[in-house]
């Protein structure tokens, strides 16, 4: 018996076949979608550009880069290059509307902002922001670049809200790279929990949410979860281990005998030992999601505490920590401000919601090129992350339509219409130049 005739493998088929009737259709739906942002581009060759390039994003392409979706859609490379590079079309306004969007499909009150830096490795030293620094895709300090990226999810779905590149401070203060790659005069040196911040406050106004959640890369920041606090924002934030607390419920060692002293705080512990140190019947079984090999269960434990900060204390905080079952756990530490009415199930599942902007930069780079980039200036990496992101909301649109399900294609959702989805109207590319425009940055 052949290995694909095995009752495994034939539920695996069953699962990926798709009905022809859910694809049909899928090109009008993405002209529509289109015509929701094409007005937001300046000129009509600029429309023309815009649509090939997210085609071409959504199509079957092994490389998602300007040469190779130029050619599919007839259009001259160096006009889809420059329109990419540097072109004269504001990305803020296209991510507004796609946030506008994302408010009426997916908005709910007990919604999940998700923030998380994503890497970008790069070979060279000339892309704008590039250094060598912590590399999560590699796992290990690379010569990358670094983007901040925030993501939503509800009970409705999720999607990307925005993006911003990392410019690091020797970047941000040397004028003639600064120049060469185009960085606007506006922009300064932003730690990434501060450019997360800023982020934040100009989507979470517009965006129902109950949560913020982000990695420890966040969470280490004691002035980002204040800034958070001060925001009135309810977060989760995960922590390193080595991070210390005093639990606040915990006994208070004695009294030394025969002195009157003043009563002993409970010791200062790292979250880690903190952990290890918690009895069986202290901690809480749930089962979080679906995974790929069954359910993802987890042993969760909370807490309130204080953390130190250096020489002083923080204010009392929320600590869960979350275990995965198994004989080799993974362990998860995190911090939050939350009333102490909100019970650990809540705790757990806004915890959980981090995985979604992790799928969605998998997704991203998979599937629509969101890493298959080749600009160095400040403008292109906004200009093809911005249209990146676009194209992977119009993916997240087409799984809803189908109840989850991949729309299709040899690579999974992220080949609609594979053999025709690039093919657009070539459009003179020349009309997307401004006099005083930055050269194209290759």
Known sequence: MSLLDEPEAQDLLADAQVDPDALRGCRGRLTRFLERYLPLFYRREQRGHAAAFVRGLLSGLE?????????????????????????????????????????????????????????????????????????????????????????????????????????????ADDPDRRRECHVPEDVTYRKTWEIALDLLRRTAPSLPHRWVVADDEFGRASQFRAAL???????????????????????????KKGRRSPKRQVPFARVDAWARAMPADRWTRMTIRAGEKGPLEVEAVAAPVRARLGRRIGPEERLLVMRTTGTKPDWTYSLGAAEPGVALPELVAARAGRHRIEEVIEQGKGEVGLDHYEVRSWVGWHHHVTLSLLALWFLVL???????????????????????AAAGSAADGAGDRRVGQPGLAA
């Open 398 to 420: 087409e799984r809803r339509r189908l109840g989850g399900e991949n729309p299709g294609g040899d690579r999974g959702a992220g080949a609609v219409d594979r053999h025709g």
């Open 229 to 255: 606090r001060a925001d009135g924002e309810r977060y989760l934030v995960d922590v390193p281990c080595n991070t210390t607390i005093r639990d606040l419920g915990a006994r208070r060692p004695p009294r």
């Open 63 to 171: 490389r998602k880069s300007v040469e190779p979706i130029a050619g599919a859609a007839g259009i001259p490379r160096k006009d889809l290059q420059y329109f990419v590079g540097c072109g004269a079309w504001d990305d803020e306004r296209v991510m507004a509307e796609l946030r506008r969007h994302v408010v009426e499909e997916l908005a709910d009150g007990d919604g999940v902002i998700v923030i998380d830096p994503t890497a970008f490795p790069k070979r060279g030293t000339h892309s704008c922001g590039v250094a060598r620094q912590w590399c999560g895709r590699l796992g290990k300090k690379e010569n990358c670049q670094l983007g901040v990226l925030l993501a939503y999810t509800s009970a409705r779905g999720h999607a990307p809200l925005d993006r911003r590149l990392y410019l690091p401070r020797d970047w």
